[in-house]
């Protein structure tokens, strides 16, 4: 600071953050409010153990969700796996089986991880299915069921477990496993398309909404993942495109990548396990993109 009290550059104190809000009932329309400069935490605090700290994450009997357990107790952190029901062998973790499709089962899911953890620092939504038929086809009941699942879960955890994100210590993390097609669309895929795009809608509001209090929100888009889920499309893409499985692996599910490949489970996992670590806090209201080069086209 020079003698005057004003920031010079080359300070060593750093700057007030400046944030104009408005003065109500003085007649000068928007005033500056001063808040105290905090600094950003040390590369020595990227390693810090996480033994304290609480996550919840659906989808967690195999696939992505499994890794991503597996990585955050690796990492030291508390851990609820939420599956329709309860895993017997995740090393390391609770596990709850509850229907995600329902209020009362996003709520308890919530409710569990308070009274094991007493917080919950890291939300993960990662359960789901999918769905492939023509929109003409699509049946109306997996519409709404693939909804449920996708985008209406991701927002009911959001909203139970907000008052304890947003007084997490080191900052409330919602990182939702969304898909590249929460960025691009593939025919036969309406309900699954548009709930991934609601996601990813949905992680840029609660970004906005949660940054006053050091909660961010940031959606990991993969392309195709070596998961139960994929296998299984394998064979209804076959029915709808007319083709053999074969032909389905190599002109459907690698077609949209640039690199030809699966991504592994435990890559995602190593992308979320990034994303609560002080320097994966500066992404929030956006996507994560793994996906092969798929959205560079």
């Known amino acids: 600071m020079g003698r005057d009290g004003r920031w010079r550059p080359g300070s060593a104190e750093r700057p007030p953050v400046l944030c104009a809000d408005h003065i109500a009932g003085r007649g000068q329309g928007v005033g500056l409010t001063y808040r105290r400069w905090r600094a950003p935490p040390t590369v020595a605090s990227v390693s810090t153990p996480s033994e304290d700290r609480a996550a919840i994450v659906t989808g967690s009997t195999s696939g992505i969700g499994r890794a991503v357990v597996e990585r955050l107790v690796s990492d030291g952190w508390q851990v609820l796996g939420v599956d329709l029901e309860a895993a017997d062998d995740l090393k390391g973790a609770e596990t709850l089986g509850a229907d995600l499709t329902t209020r009362a ?7 569990t991880a308070l009274e094991a953890f007493g917080r919950i620092d890291l939300v993960v939504p990662n359960a789901g299915f999918q769905h492939v038929s023509p929109v003409a086809d699509f049946p109306e009941d997996r519409w709404d069921a693939l ?151």
């Open 105 to 111: 089962g996003n709520r308890a899911a919530v409710d």
């Open 147 to 297: 909804l449920q699942i996708l985008l209406t879960s991701p927002f009911l955890l959001a909203k139970y477990a907000w008052p304890s994100l947003v007084e997490a210590p080191r900052g409330g993390r919602f990182v939702p496993i969304a898909s590249a097609h929460a960025l691009a669309a593939s025919p036969f895929k309406a309900g699954y398309v548009s709930a991934k795009h609601g996601v990813l809608g949905l992680v840029k509001t609660l970004a906005l909404e949660g940054a006053a209090q050091g909660l961010t929100a940031a959606a990991v888009c993969p392309g195709y993942v070596r998961t139960p889920l994929v296998e299984k499309q394998i064979a209804d893409q076959a029915t709808a495109h007319g083709i053999s499985e074969d032909r389905v692996i190599e002109e459907v599910i690698l077609t949209p990548h640039a690199l030809k490949r699966l991504i592994e489970p435990s890559e995602v996992a190593d992308v979320v396990a990034f994303l609560t670590t002080p320097a994966g806090s500066t992404f929030t209201g956006v996507p994560v993109t793994m996906d092969m080069g798929w959205t560079a086209r």
